[in-house]
């Protein structure tokens, strides 16, 4: 039996491969790498500020498929395509998080026309 399994809102991306939007084992959610792509739309903002805020309204989407929120975010992984950007993506980030903010790891990495992806491990309120 699976203890693994897989998370899908119609208000985020959808995958563009083979891999799911998030994955729930136990009280824990794993996120996918999302990128800034308006759902509906598939347009993108020209801004890593505009750009973060539209990911992180894709991943409130789809932790709230399992009742959970930002607030619930454990461990943030960030991926920017030019670490330049840092001051506005922080801008524009805290706009979405309180304190304790998660934890963070934030790299410089070669996106495919996007200047900002994020991942995020949260925990399920029980």
Known sequence: MSHK?????DDAPQPAGPYSQAIVTGDL???AGLGPQHPAT???AASVGEQTRQVL???EAVLAESGATLDDALKATVHLADL???????EA??????EPYPVRT???SQLDSILVE???????PS
Request: proline letters at 5%; glycine letters at 6%; zero cysteines.
């Open 5 to 9: 399994h897989p998370l899908r809102s």
């Open 29 to 31: 959610l794993f996120t």
């Open 42 to 44: 598939g347009e993108v």
């Open 57 to 59: 309204r894709n991943l």
């Open 84 to 90: 330049a950007d840092v001051p506005e993506f922080n």
């Open 93 to 98: 980030y805290r706009e979405f998080f309180t």
């Open 106 to 108: 934030t790299v410089g």
């Open 118 to 124: 994020i991942d995020l491990v949260a925990r399920i």
